[in-house]
């Protein structure tokens, strides 16, 4: 297995796993957030959770281009890209 498959993989299994049971289920979750964003903000309105996912895989690209090597920023990347793309298949 190679690198790209490995992170796929750990980053499926993370979030499909210990920390949804931790943090709860991230639709959810990223509507919570978009609101707490949003205030912090002072913007009219809360932000999208898909735009919070898509917020976090900036984050962790920044991290993952800082400078480091940390394995995890790329796992996370991808995990909060597949979030996204469940919060768009849930949504109605």
Excluded: F
Excluded at 18 to 36: C, D, F, K, L, S
Aim: aromatic share 4%.
């Amino acid at each position: 297995m190679n690198a790209a498959q490995r992170t796929l993989k750990e980053a499926a299994t993370l979030i499909g796993g210990e920390r949804n049971e931790t943090h709860g289920h991230y639709p959810t979750e990223a509507e919570r957030i978009g609101i707490v964003w949003g205030a912090l903000l002072d913007l009219p309105e809360s932000i999208p959770p898909r735009t919070v996912a898509a917020m976090m895989v900036g984050l962790k690209m920044v991290r993952a281009t800082a400078g480091r090597t940390h394995a995890d920023d790329w796992t996370d990347a991808c995990g909060y890209s597949a979030l996204g793309a469940l919060i768009d298949e849930e949504r109605p």
